[in-house]
C-alpha cells in the first residue's frame, strides 16, 4: 500500500506538476492535501500546457483518480471553469472526488485578502490575493463553511447569513468595504454547488480503500516547505502545511502509510511574494535565469525572483520531511553558465557561519550566503536527454553535489517541461 507524497522543498513552482504527472503514470490516484487556487501547477504533453490550479495533476492520465481532499480549500466557481477548460481540452473529469469537508474559499475572503495586503502597505506579503489566508483562518476560528454546507442549498444559505453578520462588520468597519449580501453569493454560488455534488464523498476512505487494495496513491503538495505555515519564513508563507505531517493531516491517512516522500527541487532557487530569500541575485545572472527559464508566475504572471542553489535551506527541508528522494527540475535552464554557485552556508551578522538554517526571519534575511562554486556545462539543449551518460558530466557533478549536501539520493532529473523529458534513475518506492 504505498503512499507517495511530493513535495516542493524550496518556495514553490519546483516543477511538482510535471513529476506528480510522471509518477501518476503508475498510480491509481492522486490526492491533492492543502492549499486551493493559490497554486498553479503546469503539466506539458506534447504542444498541450495544462495550468491546474485545483485539480490534482493526475487528471492527466484516464486512470488516475483525482482527488480534492480536505486539507484544500476550494473555491467552487473556480473549480468549475476549472475543469471547463480541461474538458474542452478533451480530458476528462469525471474521476473526480471531493471531500466533504474541504472548506470553501468564499468572495469575502478574497475582499479581506486584498484589503488586508492593502493595509500592510509596506509590509504586504505579496499574497495571490486569492482568500487563502482569509479562508483558513475562518476553518480555524470554527466559523467556515465547507462543501458538505455548499451541496445543501438551505444550509448553505442559513450559514451564509450567520457567517455575514460577522464578515460585513469586518468588511465595514475595519476596512470601509461593501458589505455583502448572502443573495449575491448564493447566485454565484448554486450553480458550482449543483455541478460539484454528484463528486462529494468520504475522500479519505476511498484513499484508503486503494491503499488496501495494494494501488499506489500519490498526494501532490501545492506550494512548499519554505511557504508552510510552520516551517516557512514565517509570516512571508502561505497559511497550509505543505511539508510531509501536513500530507497525512490533509488526506486522512495515517504516517505509517506513507512509503516514501519525494522532495522536487529546483536546481536553483525562485520565489514569488515577499520575504526573506539569501541566495536572491539582483544581478545580470538572476534577470538571465528569469528570462532563460521564463519564469513569471503560473497563477499570478508576477516576475519571479531568482537565486542560487540554496543549500542551507534545502538540508532543512530534507530533515523536515524525510525526503527518500529527490526530483531535480529545470536542469536545462542553468546549460551555458560558465560558472555555478551552491550557497553552502550562511555569514550571520555577528560574523558567524553556520550551516544550519536559522528559525529568526529576521536573522535569515541579513544573512549571506557563503558560495561554493562548480564548473558549468556548454550552451545545450538538455531536453533529449533520458540517461545520466546523455548529460554533460558536469551537470551530472552539479546534481550529485546537490544530493550529497542533501543527503538524499535522487530519483529523477527532469531536463525540460514535456512530459518526457526527464532522466528516471528509481522509482521511489
Ligand atoms: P509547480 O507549481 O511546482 O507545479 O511548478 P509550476 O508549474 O508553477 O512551474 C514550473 C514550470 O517549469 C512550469 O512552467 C513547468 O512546465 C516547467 N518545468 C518543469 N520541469 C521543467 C524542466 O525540467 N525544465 C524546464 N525548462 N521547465 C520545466
Ligand atoms: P505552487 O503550488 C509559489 C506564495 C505567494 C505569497 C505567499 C502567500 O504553484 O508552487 P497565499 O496566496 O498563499 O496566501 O500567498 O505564498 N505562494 C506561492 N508561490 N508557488 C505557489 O504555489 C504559491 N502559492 C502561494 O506568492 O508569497
Ligand atoms: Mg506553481
Same mark, same amino acid.
Given at each position: 500500500?504505498?503512499?507517495?507524497?511530493?513535495?516542493?522543498?524550496?518556495?514553490?513552482?519546483?516543477?511538482?506538476?510535471?513529476?506528480?504527472?510522471?509518477?501518476?503514470?503508475?498510480?491509481?490516484?492522486?490526492?491533492?492535501?492543502?492549499?486551493?487556487?493559490?497554486?498553479?501547477?503546469?503539466?506539458?504533453?506534447?504542444?498541450?500546457?495544462?495550468?491546474?490550479?485545483?485539480?490534482?495533476?493526475?487528471?492527466?492520465?484516464?486512470?488516475?483518480?483525482?482527488?480534492?481532499?480536505?486539507?484544500?480549500?476550494?473555491?467552487?466557481?473556480?473549480?468549475?471553469?476549472?475543469?471547463?477548460?480541461?474538458?474542452?481540452?478533451?480530458?476528462?473529469?469525471?474521476?473526480?472526488?471531493?471531500?466533504?469537508?474541504?472548506?470553501?474559499?468564499?468572495?469575502?475572503?478574497?475582499?479581506?485578502?486584498?484589503?488586508?495586503?492593502?493595509?500592510? +502597505?509596506?509590509?504586504?506579503?505579496? @499574497?495571490? /490575493?486569492? =482568500?487563502? $489566508? #482569509?479562508?483558513? &483562518?475562518?476553518?480555524?476560528?470554527?466559523? *467556515?463553511?465547507?462543501?458538505?454546507?455548499?451541496?445543501?442549498?438551505?444550509?448553505?444559505?442559513?450559514?451564509?447569513?450567520?457567517?455575514?453578520?460577522?464578515?460585513?462588520?469586518?468588511?465595514?468597519?475595519?476596512?470601509?468595504?461593501?458589505?455583502?449580501?448572502?443573495?449575491?453569493?448564493?447566485?454565484?454560488?448554486?450553480?458550482?454547488?449543483?455541478?460539484?455534488?454528484?463528486?462529494?464523498?468520504?475522500?479519505?476512505?476511498?484513499?484508503?480503500?486503494?491503499?488496501?487494495?495494494?494501488?499506489?496513491?500519490?498526494?501532490?503538495?501545492?506550494?512548499?516547505?519554505?511557504?508552510?505555515?510552520?516551517?516557512?519564513?514565517?509570516?512571508?508563507?502561505?497559511?497550509?502545511?505543505?511539508?510531509?505531517?501536513?500530507?497525512?493531516?490533509?488526506?486522512?491517512?495515517?504516517?505509517?502509510?506513507?512509503?516514501?516522500?519525494? +522532495?522536487?527541487?529546483?536546481?536553483? @532557487?525562485? /520565489?514569488? =511574494?515577499? $520575504? #526573506?530569500?539569501? &541566495?536572491?541575485?539582483?544581478?545580470?545572472? *538572476?534577470?538571465?535565469?528569469?528570462?532563460?527559464?521564463?519564469?513569471?508566475?503560473?497563477?499570478?504572471?508576477?516576475?519571479?525572483?531568482?537565486?542560487?542553489?540554496?543549500?542551507?535551506?534545502?538540508?532543512?527541508?530534507?530533515?523536515?520531511?524525510?525526503?527518500?528522494?529527490?526530483?531535480?527540475?529545470?536542469?536545462?535552464?542553468?546549460?551555458?553558465?560558465?560558472?555555478?554557485?551552491?550557497?553552502?552556508?550562511?555569514?550571520?551578522?555577528?560574523?558567524?557561519?553556520?550551516?544550519?538554517?536559522?528559525?529568526?526571519?529576521?536573522?535569515?534575511?541579513?544573512?549571506?550566503?557563503?558560495?561554493?562554486?562548480?564548473?558549468?556545462?556548454?550552451?545545450?539543449?538538455?531536453?533529449?536527454?533520458?540517461?545520466?551518460?546523455?548529460?554533460?558530466?558536469?551537470?551530472?557533478?552539479?546534481?550529485?553535489?546537490?544530493?550529497?549536501?542533501?543527503?538524499?539520493?535522487?530519483?529523477?532529473?527532469?531536463?525540460?517541461?514535456?512530459?518526457?523529458?526527464?532522466?528516471?534513475?528509481?522509482?521511489?518506492?
Amino acid at each position: 500500500m504505498p503512499a507517495i507524497v511530493v513535495i516542493g522543498a524550496q518556495w514553490g513552482d519546483e516543477g511538482k506538476g510535471k513529476i506528480v504527472d510522471h509518477l501518476a503514470e503508475r498510480a491509481s490516484m492522486v490526492v491533492r492535501y492543502q492549499g486551493g487556487n493559490n497554486a498553479g501547477h503546469t503539466v506539458t504533453i506534447g504542444s498541450t500546457v495544462l495550468r491546474l490550479h485545483q485539480v490534482p495533476s493526475g487528471i492527466t492520465r484516464p486512470h488516475v483518480a483525482a482527488v480534492l481532499a480536505h486539507g484544500m480549500v476550494i473555491n467552487p466557481p473556480a473549480l468549475v471553469e476549472e475543469l471547463d477548460r480541461l474538458a474542452a481540452l478533451g480530458i476528462s473529469t469525471e474521476n473526480l472526488h471531493i471531500s466533504p469537508n474541504a472548506h470553501l474559499v468564499m468572495p469575502y475572503h478574497i475582499l479581506l485578502d486584498e484589503a488586508e495586503e492593502e493595509l500592510r +502597505g509596506a509590509h504586504a506579503l505579496g @499574497t495571490t /490575493r486569492r =482568500g487563502i $489566508g #482569509p479562508a483558513y &483562518t475562518d476553518k480555524v476560528a470554527r466559523r *467556515g463553511l465547507r462543501m458538505q454546507d455548499l451541496i445543501d442549498p438551505a444550509r448553505f444559505r442559513a450559514r451564509l447569513e450567520v457567517a455575514l453578520e460577522r464578515v460585513n462588520l469586518e468588511l465595514t468597519r475595519i476596512f470601509g468595504r461593501e458589505p455583502m449580501t448572502a443573495d449575491e453569493i448564493v447566485e454565484k454560488y448554486a450553480p458550482a454547488a449543483e455541478r460539484l455534488a454528484p463528486y462529494v464523498e468520504d475522500t479519505s476512505l476511498l484513499i484508503q480503500k486503494a491503499l488496501q487494495r495494494g494501488e499506489t496513491v500519490l498526494l501532490e503538495g501545492a506550494q512548499a516547505t519554505m511557504l508552510d505555515i510552520d516551517f516557512g519564513t514565517y509570516p512571508y508563507v502561505t497559511s497550509s502545511s505543505p511539508s510531509a505531517g501536513g500530507a497525512c493531516q490533509g488526506s486522512g491517512i495515517s504516517p505509517r502509510q506513507v512509503s516514501a516522500v519525494l +522532495g522536487v527541487v529546483k536546481v536553483y @532557487t525562485s /520565489r514569488v =511574494g515577499m $520575504g #526573506p530569500f539569501p &541566495t536572491e541575485l539582483k544581478d545580470d545572472i *538572476g534577470d538571465w535565469i528569469v528570462e532563460r527559464g521564463h519564469e513569471y508566475g503560473t497563477t499570478t504572471g508576477r516576475r519571479r525572483r531568482c537565486g542560487w542553489i540554496d543549500l542551507v535551506s534545502l538540508r532543512y527541508a530534507a530533515r523536515l520531511n524525510g525526503f527518500t528522494g529527490l526530483a531535480l527540475t529545470r536542469l536545462d535552464v542553468l546549460s551555458g553558465l560558465s560558472r555555478i554557485k551552491l550557497c553552502v552556508a550562511y555569514r550571520l551578522p555577528d560574523g558567524t557561519e553556520t550551516t544550519e538554517y536559522p528559525l529568526d526571519t529576521e536573522l535569515l534575511a541579513q544573512a549571506t550566503p557563503i558560495y561554493e562554486t562548480m564548473e558549468g556545462w556548454e550552451d545545450e539543449d538538455l531536453s533529449k536527454a533520458r540517461r545520466v551518460e546523455d548529460l554533460p558530466p558536469q551537470a551530472w557533478a552539479y546534481c550529485q553535489r546537490i544530493s550529497e549536501w542533501m543527503g538524499v539520493p535522487i530519483d529523477v532529473i527532469s531536463v525540460g517541461a514535456e512530459r518526457n523529458d526527464l532522466v528516471a534513475l528509481r522509482w521511489p518506492v
